[in-house]
């Protein structure tokens, strides 16, 4: 042993610990064993397994099982940790052993030897009071508080990430009455298509987006059902039978969640159903939020030779070597961050199904990639909507410009002049340059005040039946 090292020991022997970690010989092995991405543990992921550490302390405390001076030391040791103290020693690669028993180990060896410290021992001392296994994880198993502290941990930043996806739609929504005015040409098949506003369109999006906001709430929902207290196999051997009740009990006072009982504990270990469905919910929305990009960067392109009926914020210039130019830089990066949480949500999907009999041995990969889609969303959402949505300008002129050479204006008259006609006048109108009413005014189908009427392109956008039947109905 050196200055720079004590040592520790476990079930394997000796080991050489850093002199000031707070972690001891199990997470030492595990540094050992994984040095793989240099990536640490999530705070969602500390976070949740030392409020289960915590509570645990207190209900085997009450239970008459764990010594109240012990109990006490751990719950101080397991709030600081809570509190944010510690992170530096939370040490483990997010690929790991299975099923967690690392991180477990790691959160059960912080605590224990700064409960130590608390009750006036020193790291070095050979005889401490607090034992990571027989006090921290009394009556637990990495088996049944990983699954828990992955609900845990994304139910601690859920209502972060549904008011990030909130104000987005609010943006969305207050842009769509503010293009209420901007007619333009609809596209279909990325082709002219009847009118619609730019309200319309943007009215669509923050709808969009709202849906898919609810939907995460809803699977979030299902994150509240706990199995904590099924220990190895969900028998719930070495446990107290009043364990679990007051566990889910404790844990909701202290995470201020409605949380509950799974009704089955061998479930809760055996089944990643649940954090899969939070996580296919969050591919949802990136769904919506990519193709909501894409039509930002379509909507921009140009400015000269594209749509640009869409003007986005000039954030940063956009090229190293062509002066003036500006890119489309908030949309492109919510595409990436959105392409990233894509590919998380299908190792959530194929660790998920990877599980085993009693247990899948997975769960380190599932905690690690739904904090990390949580924590890219909830960074990309929020810089999208102030530093593009909040900005927007619409370009009323290319708008109109691009609609009134829109050939598929005559669809407009179909009821009146008929669909042979109107694909009549709509070729000529594109072989020739004329407008629409130029066409139908030469073939003598109609009269050039009933065109106007029939096409006044804000009516248009109001659905209906043209020339006269009434509007609305489709």
């Known amino acids: 042993m050196t200055d720079n090292y004590r040592l520790e020991k476990d079930s394997l022997g000796e080991v050489q610990v850093p002199r000031e970690a707070l972690y001891g010989a199990q997470t030492q092995r595990a540094v050992q064993n994984f040095p793989v991405s240099g990536l640490r543990p999530y705070p969602a992921f500390v976070w949740s397994m030392a409020t289960i550490k915590r509570a645990a302390a207190e209900v085997n405390r009450d239970l008459g099982l764990l010594d109240p001076k012990l109990a006490g030391a751990i719950m101080q040791a397991a709030q600081e940790v809570i509190d944010g103290q510690h992170r530096e020693h939370f040490v483990?690669?997010?690929?790991?052993?299975?099923?967690?028993?690392?991180?477990?180990?790691?959160?059960?060896?912080?605590?224990?030897?700064?409960?130590?410290?608390?009750?006036?021992?020193?790291?070095?001392?050979?005889?401490?009071?607090?034992?990571?296994?027989?006090?921290?994880?009394?009556?637990?198993?990495?088996?049944?508080?990983?699954?828990?502290?992955?609900?845990?941990?994304?139910?601690?930043?859920?209502?972060?990430?549904?008011?990030?996806?909130?104000?987005?739609?609010?943006?969305?929504?207050?842009?769509?009455?503010e293009f209420d005015g901007v007619v333009k040409s609809g596209r279909t098949h990325l082709q002219d298509a009847v009118p619609v506003r730019l309200g319309q369109e943007f009215g669509a999006y923050a709808l969009a987006v709202r849906m898919d906001r609810d939907r995460i709430a809803a699977a979030g929902d299902w994150l509240r059902r706990l199995g904590i207290g099924g220990t190895a196999t969900g028998s719930g051997l070495n446990a107290h039978p009043e364990y679990h009740a007051r566990m889910v009990k404790t844990l909701s006072g202290l995470t201020g969640q409605p949380l509950r009982t799974s009704d089955n504990l061998f479930e809760s270990m055996q089944n990643m159903a649940d954090p899969a469905n939070f996580s296919a919910s969050l591919r949802t929305l990136c769904i919506t939020l990519t193709r909501i990009a894409n039509d930002f960067r379509l909507l921009s392109s140009g400015p000269a030779?594209?749509?640009?009926?869409?003007?986005?914020?000039?954030?940063?210039?956009?090229?190293?070597?062509?002066?003036?130019?500006?890119?489309?830089?908030?949309?492109?990066?919510?595409?990436?961050?959105?392409?990233?949480?894509?590919?998380?949500?299908?190792?959530?999907?194929?660790?998920a199904q990877a599980g085993q009999l009693e247990l899948n041995v997975m769960m380190p990969i599932i905690a690690h990639n739904l904090f990390e889609m949580m924590h890219v969303l909830i960074g990309a959402i929020s810089a999208f909507t102030t530093k593009c949505v909040v900005g927007l300008q619409a370009n009323p002129e290319k708008a109109t410009g691009w609609l009134a050479k829109n050939a598929i204006l005559v669809t407009a008259l179909n009821p009146v002049i008929g669909y042979l006609n109107g694909a009549a006048v709509a070729k000529e109108a594109m072989a020739t340059g004329k407008t629409i009413k130029e066409v139908v005014i030469e073939k003598g189908l109609l009269d050039p005040d009933k065109i106007d009427e029939l096409l006044d392109v804000r009516a248009l956008t109001e659905g209906g039946i043209q020339g006269g039947v009434g509007a609305g109905g489709g």
Request: proline share 6%; charged share 15%.
């Open 305 to 351: 030779t594209g749509l640009d009926e869409l003007r986005l914020p000039a954030v940063q210039p956009g090229s190293s070597i062509m002066p003036g130019k500006v890119n489309p830089v908030m949309a492109e990066m919510l595409n990436m961050a959105c392409f990233h949480v894509q590919g998380s949500d299908l190792t959530v999907a194929l660790a």
């Open 92 to 177: 483990v690669d997010p690929f790991q052993a299975g099923a967690g028993t690392s991180h477990n180990m790691n959160n059960n060896e912080v605590i224990s030897n700064r409960a130590n410290q608390i009750l006036g021992y020193q790291l070095e001392d050979a005889q401490k009071p607090v034992n990571p296994n027989d006090h921290v994880n009394m009556a637990q198993s990495t088996n049944d508080t990983i699954p828990a502290a992955i609900r845990l941990g994304c139910l601690w930043r859920l209502t972060e990430l549904l008011s990030t996806i909130d104000e987005l739609a609010l943006a969305l929504e207050q842009k769509a009455k």
